[in-house]
């Protein structure tokens, strides 16, 4: 697991908060446009815990892209 590199993570916050969505109901539209299998609330959750804990995933490359796509235009504070 690699917890050095949370910038990734730290992005997903941004997103999330600033399109004003909870986690779940952003999970769910994340998933909507996740084309082979979609995440779990697990796995979603690992993503916003904090560095260094058990619980930690690195979001990827990937994911973010994903997610930039998925939650730039609903931005609140844009």
């Known amino acids: ?4 590199n949370n910038v990734n993570n730290e992005r997903l916050r941004e997103l ?3 399109a004003g969505l909870t986690q779940p109901a952003a ?11 979609p995440l779990s609330e697990s796995a979603w959750k690992s993503y916003f815990c904090t560095p260094g804990t058990a ?4 979001f990827t490359d990937e994911l973010l ?14």
């Open 55 to 58: 619980r930690h995933r690195r």
């Open 1 to 4: 697991m690699n917890t050095k």
């Open 27 to 37: 999970l769910a539209l994340f998933n909507r446009g996740i084309k082979v299998r």
């Open 16 to 18: 999330v908060t600033g």
């Open 65 to 78: 892209i994903h997610a930039e796509k998925v939650f730039s235009s609903l931005r609140k504070d844009a």
